[in-house]
């Protein structure tokens, strides 16, 4: 999870979605990062008709396929890839791997979508509750946001999936705890946001016009903090699918038979020798999936930033000046 406070300085408009949008388009490898992730969760969303497609699923075991003298090594190259199964079986059990590892990119990416969302609505909220809440709840909040950033996400995620019953449903529980973990960065920006905006005129304006604290903050301020918040979010993504996968690489976050990268890598540990492609297709499907985000949420700060848009204005200026003197 980033660990930087990232603030967007309200010392110009928000960019309009058209010049939003061509930002990223100058940049070759954001468009490659999001062609990625868009594949990726196409064929999520589409797992089941693409497993149909394969005649197979993720969950179906498949005796026949591995070889039980060599201790469930799969039979034949390639992890026992072959018309029937693309990308092989999975050693020990036989099940389908390329069914497994679209399932599991759908468990992925919902873990990780759903706790960014949660450290989103929890960040915002507190951080408007302390800036606008008067001293007293600024530095009350101030300080219980200090202390979520200081505390280790990762260990106290290990120790509160560990008590929670074991009937519980896991991504929901890994959501939740996520979530819950990973909002004091979120806060922090809003807060050093809204104390900026506060002194603005449109702000000023809104008041003298009658509208309360609450009213301010949600016609006035939270469209403003929206290019913050994003780009926050986007960098967010990336450290939850990896926070995913290590709590079910440990096996305390999903647990089988749900397939998850995390799960398949720690059973995989065992397997490299035998099977490498057990190995290598859900670390580099978790590799290719972490880049990608942040790469994209990289571009998205950079489309959002007013001050690297102006920067970027002034550079062409200059670059159109010596190529027309």
Request: zero cysteines.
């Amino acid at each position: 999870m980033p660990t930087h406070d990232t603030v967007v300085a309200p010392t110009a408009p928000p960019p309009g979605a058209r010049a939003v949008w061509r930002r990223p388009r100058g940049r070759p490898a954001a468009l490659a990062a999001g062609a990625v992730l868009a594949a990726l969760v196409a064929a999520a969303l589409a797992a089941p008709l693409l497993t149909a497609a394969a005649g197979q699923d993720p969950y179906t075991y498949h005796d026949d396929l591995i070889d039980s003298a060599s201790g469930g090594a799969p039979v034949g190259a390639f992890g026992g890839a072959g018309a029937d199964h693309w990308l092989g079986v999975e050693p020990g059990t036989g099940r389908d791997l390329f069914a497994r590892l679209l399932y599991g990119a759908r468990v992925s990416l919902l873990v990780a979508v759903g706790a960014t969302a949660v450290q989103v609505a929890a960040g915002v909220a507190v951080g408007l509750a302390a800036a606008l809440g008067g001293r007293w709840a600024d530095h009350l909040l101030g300080r219980v946001t200090d202390v979520m950033v200081a505390l280790p996400a990762l260990v106290l995620a290990i120790a509160l999936t560990t008590v929670v019953p074991p009937d519980f449903p896991r991504p929901l529980l890994l959501v939740l705890v996520l979530g819950a973990l990973g909002w004091g960065g979120v806060s922090r920006v809003v807060r050093a946001q809204t104390l900026a905006l506060k002194g603005l005129d449109f702000v000023a304006a809104a008041r003298l016009g009658g509208a309360g604290r609450w009213r301010v903050a949600r016609r006035e301020l939270l469209p403003s903090l929206a290019a913050p918040v994003i780009t926050y979010a986007a960098l967010l993504l990336p450290g939850n699918i990896v926070a995913e996968a290590s709590l079910s690489f440990l096996g305390i976050g999903v647990r089988p038979p749900t397939p998850s990268w995390g799960q398949m890598l720690s059973t995989a540990s065992t397997w490299f020798r035998a099977d490498p492609m057990y190995v290598l297709l859900p670390s580099g499907l978790l590799l290719v999936t972490v880049l990608a985000f942040t790469v994209l949420g990289d571009a998205v700060r950079a489309a959002l930033d007013p001050r690297g848009a102006s920067r970027l204005g002034r550079d062409a200026g200059r670059a159109g000046k010596r190529r027309n003197p």
